[in-house]
C-alpha cells in the first residue's frame, strides 16, 4: 500500500534527498555543458507505463531526479543565450522552496492573507523599482504572455465603456473593430492575447518606416487622426527581442494622450532597463501608460513563472475578470483583495514570496549593479563581434542583446542565411553555449541575450570562440 497517509515519515527523507539532488546540479552548473551529452538517453528514460503498485516517495524521487538532472538544459546556468531567460538567485530559489511548502492558493484573500498581502507589498515594490506611479495597481501572472492578456483585457473593457457597452457581459459580436495600432517589435505573446480576447490577431496594424520594423509616429498620428471607430489601443514595446531596441514610449504616449487612447506598454524584459540610469532614457514614458508587463523569470531572475501586469484602474480587471458566488469572498474588498478578480486564474500560486525575498536579499542597488554588468558584457560582445574578420554585427545595442551573424568571405545573403541557419542548429547540439538564430531585416542572424546572474565576461568570450569554430568547420 502506497497510500501518500501511510508514507508521511519519509517527507524528511525525500526533501533532504531533493535538496541533495539539487545542490549537486547547481555545483557545476556554472561549468557544465548547457546541453547534455546524455540528453537522448535521458528523454528515453522517463518512459513506461502508469504503476499499478507505487515505489513509495524517495525511490520515486530519485527515479526521477536522475533523468531530470543528466538530461536538464542548463538554463539557470551563465551560458544560456538562446531566450531571454534568467537564471534563479539563491534568495529567490530558497523562497520558491518555502513556497512550494506552504503551497498557499493567492485566489481568495481568506485563503491566505499572508500570501495576499506579500502580493499587495511585491507590486507595490516593483512599481517602485520600474518609476511607475505610486497611484495605479498591479497583480502577479504566469509570464508575459497572460500579463499581456489581462492587460489588454483591460484595454478592451475600457474601450467598449467609451462606447457605452459592457463587452465582459455582452461580448463584443456586432460591435465594429477594435482599432490596435503597434509598430513591428510588437511581441508574439501580444499578438495571441488579441486573438485569445476576440480583437482579433490580424486587427493590429503595424505602423512601420522600415524592414526592421521602427514606429512611423507621423504615420501612426495620421491613423489615430482618421479613425472613425472612436479610440484606439496602442502597443509601445520596450525591449524588441531581436535586438533589444525600444519604440519611442514618450512620443507614443503624446499621440495617445491627444488623441484619447490606451497606452498598453510590453516591457517583458525591456522594462528593467529603467532601473539604471545609464539606460532609463529608454523607458522614458513608461509611466503615462495605462498598462504595463513584464516578465519576473527574465531579469529579475526568479523562478518560472513569474511576470507582471501593472494598470491604472484596477476597476478595469476585475471588470474583466471578476466572477461571483455564494462561497467567494467579497470581489469589492479594498483592504483585503482577493486576486482571483483581477487575473483569469482562480488557483493561483504564491509568486510574491519569491519577489520579496529576491528584492529584500539584493535591493535596488543590487539590480541596478547586475543589470549595468550586463550592460557592460553585451558592449564587450558587440566588440568581439567587430573584431572579428568572420563575424557581422547586425544591429546597434541598446540593452543586453546582441545581433549578429557568421559571415566568411565569398557567400551572398542567400548562402550566409544557409550557413547562420545550419550553424545555429550545430551550436545548440554541441551545447558548449546555447543561442539560436532569428531573422533581422531578412537576414537570419544570432540573438544572444545576456540576463543571467551568473554570466561573466568569460561566458562572453566562450560564446564568441564556439560560434566562430564551429563556423569555421561548417563552412570549409
Not at 61 to 72: I, N, S, T, V, Y
Amino acid at each position: 500500500m502506497t497510500d501518500p497517509l501511510f508514507s508521511k515519515d519519509e517527507m524528511s527523507a525525500t526533501l533532504e534527498a531533493a535538496a541533495r539532488r539539487a545542490g549537486a546540479f547547481l555545483e557545476d552548473l556554472e561549468t557544465r555543458r548547457v546541453r547534455s551529452d546524455d540528453e537522448v538517453e535521458a528523454l528515453a528514460s522517463i518512459d513506461g507505463e502508469l504503476p499499478d503498485e507505487g515505489i513509495g516517495p524517495v525511490a520515486a524521487l530519485e527515479q526521477l531526479a536522475d533523468p531530470a538532472m543528466r538530461g536538464a538544459i542548463a538554463s539557470a546556468g551563465p551560458r544560456f543565450f538562446h531566450f531571454v531567460v534568467g537564471g534563479t538567485t539563491p534568495a529567490a530559489l530558497g523562497a520558491d522552496w518555502l513556497t512550494s511548502t506552504i503551497d498557499q492558493n493567492v485566489g481568495m484573500w481568506p485563503a491566505s492573507p499572508i500570501a495576499s498581502k506579500a502580493e499587495m507589498v511585491a507590486i507595490r515594490w516593483l512599481r517602485d523599482l520600474f518609476g511607475l506611479s505610486p497611484d495605479g495597481g498591479g497583480v502577479l501572472t504566469t509570464g508575459a504572455t497572460m500579463a499581456n492578456y489581462s492587460a489588454l483585457a483591460a484595454a478592451r473593457r475600457w474601450w467598449g465603456l467609451q462606447r457605452g457597452i459592457d463587452v465582459d457581459e455582452d461580448g463584443i459580436a456586432g460591435l465594429p473593430p477594435i482599432p490596435v495600432f503597434s509598430s513591428g517589435y510588437v511581441h508574439a505573446s501580444s499578438v495571441k492575447a488579441l486573438g485569445m480576447l476576440g480583437i482579433g490577431r490580424g486587427s493590429i496594424r503595424k505602423v512601420t518606416k522600415d524592414d526592421i520594423g521602427r514606429v512611423d509616429l507621423d504615420a501612426l498620428q495620421r491613423e489615430l487622426h482618421e479613425l472613425e471607430n472612436g479610440p484606439a489601443i496602442i502597443i509601445a514595446n520596450a525591449g524588441e527581442v531581436n535586438a533589444g531596441d525600444f519604440d519611442p514610449i514618450s512620443e507614443m504616449a503624446d499621440l495617445a494622450e491627444r488623441y484619447g487612447a490606451w497606452l498598453h506598454v510590453d516591457g517583458a524584459f525591456g522594462l528593467f532597463a529603467g532601473v539604471s540610469p545609464k539606460n532609463a532614457h529608454l523607458t522614458r514614458g513608461v509611466e503615462r501608460a495605462r498598462s504595463v508587463t513584464c516578465d519576473g523569470h527574465k531579469w529579475l531572475n526568479v523562478p518560472h513563472d513569474c511576470g507582471f501586469v501593472f494598470v491604472s484602474d484596477m476597476s478595469l480587471l476585475s471588470g474583466a475578470f471578476a466572477s461571483g458566488a455564494s462561497y467567494l469572498a467579497a470581489a469589492d474588498d479594498v483592504e483585503h483583495p482577493s486576486f482571483t478578480f483581477f487575473t483569469p486564474e482562480s488557483s493561483r500560486r504564491a509568486r510574491a514570496f519569491d519577489i520579496l525575498a529576491a528584492l529584500t536579499a539584493y535591493g535596488r542597488d543590487g539590480y541596478r549593479a547586475m543589470i549595468e554588468r550586463h550592460l557592460d558584457l553585451a558592449q564587450l560582445l558587440a566588440r568581439l563581434v567587430d573584431e572579428a574578420p568572420d563575424l557581422e554585427r547586425l544591429a546597434d545595442v541598446p540593452l543586453n542583446i546582441v545581433c549578429f551573424r557568421y559571415r566568411p568571405d565569398g557567400r551572398d545573403d542567400a548562402g550566409l542565411d544557409d550557413l547562420n541557419r545550419r550553424l545555429g542548429g550545430v551550436v545548440l547540439d554541441d551545447g558548449r553555449v546555447y543561442v539560436g538564430t532569428t531573422l533581422y531585416g531578412g537576414r537570419v542572424a544570432f540573438r544572444p541575450a545576456i540576463v543571467n546572474w551568473r554570466t561573466t565576461e568569460v561566458d562572453i568570450r566562450l560564446l564568441v570562440e564556439v560560434v566562430r569554430e564551429l563556423g569555421t568547420k561548417l563552412a570549409h
